[in-house]
């Protein structure tokens, strides 16, 4: 009788391990689906009338390669860069822009996912400096900083060619040089706020200082 009631105990036991095993709780939380490039390429170039999202394109350009120094070009940006941005938007407290806050407000943190996602795996076109006179000062403060005024070189958190390092520091080249000097000057008035070290950086730099590495920084490649 003993061992009877011994046997149907154990299973009891391992019939119930393997059920809680096997149970998923109401307060799991749920694992974030994964960045679907797919989706972020329709959400970039096509919108969603019915949320009222506008497509990414009309103002960033096919494959995110911009056609106007308005608007960066956003192809080949490492996605992770992409989606913080896109948040800091949303929130508009240390990045704010009436009309990026107004469409990131409308995104889902899968959307940005996929949005970052996509726009990583377009190719970036190429550009070009456009100022002869102040490449020199340019490429030296890319290239080895402002040591008199404790500037950092850009190459040293944004890679020699200006691509950046993926979760840290965004992709720079070929950008259009008017975005990247108004970008500097935000950081440097304080309008744009959500990179203590590039507010750092951009308070101790001249306008002609700005404006000469803006213009290196888009014939990078």
Request: contains cysteine; charged residues 20%; proline residues 5%.
């Amino acid at each position: 009788m003993r061992q009877t009631i011994s046997a149907t105990f154990k299973t009891l036991v391992i019939t119930l391990g393997l059920s809680i095993a096997g149970t998923s709780f109401a307060n799991e939380p749920a694992k974030p689906a994964a960045p679907d490039a797919a989706k972020g390429d329709v959400l970039y170039n096509s919108g969603d009338a019915k949320r009222g999202i506008v497509a990414c394109v009309s103002c960033h350009g096919a494959n995110g390669n911009s056609g106007a120094a308005a608007y960066p070009k956003l192809a080949g940006q490492h996605a992770s860069y992409v989606v913080k941005q896109l948040k800091d938007y949303k929130a508009g407290k240390d990045r704010p822009n009436a009309i990026m806050g107004a469409f990131a407000g409308l995104l889902s943190d899968e959307d940005m996912a996929n949005l970052g996602a996509y726009l990583e795996k377009q190719t970036p076109g190429q550009g070009t400096a456009k100022n002869k006179a102040s490449i020199e000062l340019g490429q030296k403060i890319y290239r080895g900083g402002i040591a008199a005024k404790s500037v950092a070189a850009c190459a040293g958190c944004h890679s020699p060619n200006g691509s950046g390092i993926p979760a840290q520091y965004p992709r720079i080249s070929g950008q259009w040089p008017e975005y990247t000097e108004a970008q500097l000057v935000a950081y440097r008035s304080g309008e744009r706020k959500n990179s203590v070290q590039m507010s750092a950086i951009a308070s101790r730099m001249s306008d002609a200082e700005i404006k000469a590495v803006a213009d290196y920084i888009a014939g990078l490649r």
